[in-house]
């Protein structure tokens, strides 16, 4: 019975397991970053930046991946290096992405200074009706006595 329980089990992995290309695939086809889809840091020079293209674009060509959404990974690889290898366009993507970075990190103070604006807010509304709500209530018990 345990022999054939785990026969099963390592078809089901053979079988159901993606496999390395499928998951390079998908590891690009949900990325933006150009660096991170060839491998690379931002630091990197010319021909290191062609060398990890060969080596990506090997592995996630249709003709050598037949993984579900290769033919798009590949386009986005090739996008990639057109963008990368060129100093004007590699500058340029460099500054869009500080600016990305710059843009969420000013989202992210804005939301806390949000959050502290309507504590503050709550707070002083707190402030305001706290005294009004003990007045009414010593009026209530106050007339309540009176009946």
């Known amino acids: 019975m345990t022999i054939m329980s785990n026969v099963h089990k390592f078809i089901g992995q053979i079988l159901f397991s993606p496999t390395p290309g499928a998951q390079l695939v998908a ?10 889809i060839l491998g690379v840091g931002r630091k990197s020079s010319v021909e290191e930046i062609k060398n990890a293209y060969k080596r990506v674009s090997f592995k996630v060509h249709p003709n050598n991946n037949n993984a579900r959404g290769a033919k798009k990974a590949y386009k986005k690889v090739d ?13 340029c ?7 990305r970075e710059c843009e969420k990190r000013t989202r992210m103070h804005e939301s806390c200074i949000t959050l502290v604006t309507i504590l503050v807010i709550m707070g002083g509304i707190w402030y ?20």
């Open 27 to 36: 590891k690009i086809n949900d990325t933006t970053n150009y660096y991170e």
């Open 128 to 147: 305001i009706i706290e005294p009004i709500l003990r007045i009414e209530r010593v009026s209530s018990t106050d007339f309540k006595c009176c009946r």
């Open 79 to 91: 996008e990639a290096l057109c963008c990368l290898i060129d100093e004007g366009s590699r500058r």
């Open 93 to 99: 993507y460099d500054k869009r992405c500080e600016i």
